[in-house]
């Protein structure tokens, strides 16, 4: 797959997000506008809602929210946080922190379920916490913290813990959906959140939401519901097929062309070229000597976190990645900040995107004087060899 | 000023929101993705945030929220409304109920100040209403309302008694600004809220909201907050130019541009070249017999709402608009769905919008037999000339 970008772009973007939107999605933004409530956008939004479903592999419904991904956190714990209520809180980074201060500011109560950053809390200790709290309803997890580059991989094993519990499993799969396997139903999962601007591709102001029958209930069963996140209302008004206040035309237009892009290549087959990626940075950095902040089967297939080598900038190495290569890549966040680097490796990423990044990194860390384990040039080749490797077997895109 | 279209545009939207956009505000969408963490985010934000105090005519801050016009309104009173507080509001339409709905909503106990929709309460009301709850902190009001035309005209003498009483006054402008004479500290609105989809003539998507140093005040005392609504995480973050969260990139870069059209026009002549074609309408709809909602005074420069007249289907009309002159007009709100039919005259409208508008009105209430008061081609040939003659003192604008 060749990567083809937008006319002017200059950088790469190898944030955790936005991500780098191919020209076809951004073109489809220009389309003439449409009354929100008219047939033409019945007829998008009628598409896209059962378009989400495939991607969330839910039968329950999906909802795009013009808003962007905390938005559609506060949306889900919003609609489900009744105040003075404990609330499970599974967190390991800044955005699980942030789900427990967005519990909070609802009035809830957290249980927290916490571990140190870049590791991540045990299966036993959600059980423990539940045990010790049996009057909570709800539970909360990031999946994939895009803080420190660990993916939770015991969902499966929560969701049939918090089924047979009969608790709300609430999770937030924003930097996870398309990159990392993710399928709802199958996992017990009862809200999940993603965003538009990760691993779909799609520029950002887009939050999707998914909720299945036992969050209707659960959430009918609270008083204190938000008003432009009312996901009642939303439902109410999805049965003609408009969302409740006026959309994000543009950006649904985006998402459309997104999913489209998605289907021709295969859910699967994402999650594929997501992981051939990630591995090829891990890799190079294991490598090279580089330490990764999340270790083993914790590692994520879209966001690589990087310690900064003792005695290296590593912001004036991503300064150096951005002038001398055209690489944007992500600092630190909230307590690793100014400690770390973070690459997203997310949506378009394939080939030339993970070996200029690489390049930029390694050129930059040169100058840095960073003590190589082993020989970058030689890494970069073999790490480069096998990921083409992986990717010829996977389809060729249309990104324009 | 000639209308120049996007490519493909088929059909001229006459809605309440979403507007006619210019070709050169779609198009600024398309340009690449950056990092909202990035230089190139700041000065883009940084511009942003001082053109709208000139909007706004304020010294306070204004935020774009990613977030439609209720998502604005919900982070107004999410950020001020106390569980328990009394909250006198003023309303007289579908939106105004909204925002008494969100106060409900988040704990509040509005004090109602109505009037029938298409009339509106009187600033006495609102005075008795505050001598019976001394305690009320804040007040609510529309200032122009979607569902029936009604512009609120005694904002200044408003602000002045909110003042004067020392309460918060919050204002939903979301199909005013740039429509109606709006000079938010001169009328001494604490908070007010708008839109992006409306007279401003970009895309749907983004909130704008307003926020003086005694909102802030008021808001610090409220220990109920929201999450992705904080306004005063927005204000932390505005100090080095960025938002809390991730904002919707495509439509920042749509408002960046939307709001250098607005300058090159004027913010007075804007107004201007609204109420001439509200004018024009209002002309048009008296002679030949057509009731609008709103009389005299409280006629809206940018809605315009008309009954639907005995014994003619105005969903039919409207069918008949869209399907035979390519004029989108939008039907009635809430409790007048069916009996009335509203022409949103926002944005870019001007002599080519109107007339066609009128055309196709006409045209089809002809063929439903509609008795007109006066001959309809003499009343569009006399309301043309006379517009025309109006838009000739204002600029010309390039839209493409």
């Known amino acids: 797959?060749?990567?083809?970008?937008?006319?002017?772009?200059?950088?790469?973007?190898?944030?955790?997000?936005?991500?780098?939107?191919?020209?076809?999605?951004?073109?489809?933004?220009?389309?003439?506008?449409?009354?929100?409530?008219?047939?033409?956008?019945?007829?998008?939004?009628?598409?896209?809602?059962e378009n989400l479903k495939k991607v969330f592999q839910t039968g329950g419904d999906v909802y795009p929210l013009t808003a962007s991904g905390t938005g559609g956190v506060e949306c889900a714990l919003g609609n489900l946080v009744s105040p003075g209520e404990p609330v499970i809180t599974v967190h390991f980074g800044l955005f699980g922190e942030r789900m427990r201060e967005a519990v909070v500011r609802l009035g809830g109560r957290p249980v927290e379920v916490a571990s140190e950053w870049g590791e991540a809390p045990s299966l036993e200790q959600v059980k423990e916490a539940l045990d010790l709290n049996p009057e909570a309803r709800l539970i909360t997890i990031v999946y994939n913290e895009t803080s420190t580059g660990v993916a939770w991989r015991m969902l499966p094993e929560l969701g049939r813990l918090a089924r047979s519990r009969d608790k709300i499993l609430v999770v937030d799969a924003v930097s996870a959906l398309a990159g990392e396997p993710l399928p709802v139903d199958q996992w017990n999962i009862d809200v999940c959140v993603a965003g538009s601007q990760k691993c779909l591709a799609c520029p950002p102001g887009l939050s999707l939401i998914?909720?299945?029958?036992?969050?209707?209930?659960?959430?009918?069963?609270?008083?204190?519901?938000?008003?432009?996140?009312?996901?009642?209302?939303?439902?109410?008004?999805?049965?003609?097929?408009?969302?409740?206040?006026?959309?994000?035309?543009?950006?649904?237009?985006?998402?459309?062309?997104?999913?489209?892009?998605?289907?021709?290549?295969?859910?699967?087959?994402?999650?594929?070229?997501?992981?051939?990626?990630?591995?090829?940075?891990?890799?190079?950095?294991?490598?090279?000597?580089?330490?990764?902040?999340?270790?083993?089967?914790?590692?994520?297939?879209?966001?690589?976190?990087?310690w900064n080598p003792p005695r290296v900038d590593g912001d004036e190495m991503r300064r150096m990645a951005k002038e001398g290569f055209g690489v944007v890549i992500g600092g630190g966040a909230g307590k690793l900040k100014g400690k770390s680097f973070?690459?997203?490796?997310?949506?378009?990423?394939?080939?030339?995107?993970?070996?200029?990044?690489?390049?930029?990194?390694?050129?930059?860390?040169?100058?840095?004087?960073?003590?190589?384990?082993?020989?970058?040039?030689?890494?970069?080749?073999?790490?480069?060899?096998?990921?083409?490797?992986?990717?010829?077997?996977?389809?060729?895109?249309?990104?324009?």
């Open 210 to 306: 998914s909720v299945n029958e036992r969050a209707y209930q659960a959430l009918r069963e609270n008083k204190h519901r938000l008003f432009y996140f009312d996901l009642e209302a939303h439902r109410r008004f999805a049965e003609r097929k408009e969302t409740p206040f006026t959309p994000a035309v543009p950006l649904f237009y985006a998402l459309d062309e997104a999913l489209q892009l998605l289907f021709e290549e295969g859910l699967e087959n994402r999650i594929k070229r997501h992981a051939a990626c990630a591995q090829a940075f891990y890799e190079a950095f294991d490598r090279v000597g580089l330490e990764t902040i999340s270790k083993g089967s914790l590692r994520s297939n879209t966001l690589i976190a990087v």
């Open 1 to 49: 797959m060749d990567a083809v970008y937008p006319m002017g772009r200059e950088n790469i973007l190898m944030v955790p997000g936005p991500t780098n939107v191919p020209e076809r999605v951004l073109k489809a933004m220009v389309r003439p506008l449409i009354s929100h409530r008219g047939p033409e956008f019945r007829e998008l939004y009628g598409r896209l809602l």
């Open 342 to 400: 973070r690459i997203g490796s997310m949506g378009m990423v394939s080939l030339r995107e993970v070996s200029l990044t690489l390049r930029a990194v390694f050129e930059s860390l040169k100058k840095l004087n960073f003590s190589f384990k082993e020989k970058p040039e030689r890494v970069l080749e073999e790490v480069e060899g096998k990921l083409e490797e992986a990717l010829r077997k996977l389809p060729k895109l249309r990104l324009s």
